[in-house]
């Protein structure tokens, strides 16, 4: 697995490495058990501070997606995909909340809400698939 940090991104490097390395284990990519590069080889691969490695790697453990051994690396926890998919469909489920309150002051009708979801969803997928 390769990551990368872009400086014209707009977020912090540090949030970067933690946002691929989510999404690696949710896609499977990063297995349960499975090492990430130690904190001096990832900084070096990518041209950052130790530190920017160290803090993603430190709060990615605080949300539980990794677990750190002393002395033997950083790894991905168990259940940690588990974990991302029951954060995403919460965070999910607050956006159709916030949308669905939104469409209802407008006027729309549960049927012109579900086009207008069908309709979005599917032109993220057409994107994702590219």
Request: glycine share 6%.
């Amino acid at each position: 697995m390769r990551f990368f940090v872009s400086d014209e991104s707009g977020k912090p490097k540090y949030e970067q490495l933690k946002t691929q390395i989510r999404s690696a284990v949710y896609s499977g990519e990063l297995a349960e058990g499975q090492s990430l590069p130690s904190l001096r080889r990832l900084a070096a691969e990518l041209g950052v501070s130790v530190l920017t490695v160290a803090r993603a790697y430190d709060e990615l453990a605080d949300e539980g997606i990794v677990h750190n051994e002393q002395g033997r690396g950083t790894f991905i926890a168990q259940s940690s995909a588990e974990v991302l998919r029951r954060r995403l469909m919460t965070k999910t489920r607050e956006s159709l909340e916030e949308a669905c309150a939104a469409a209802q002051r407008a006027g729309m009708s549960m049927s012109e809400l579900e086009q207008m979801l069908a309709d979005i969803y599917t032109d993220i997928e057409q994107q994702r698939l590219g």
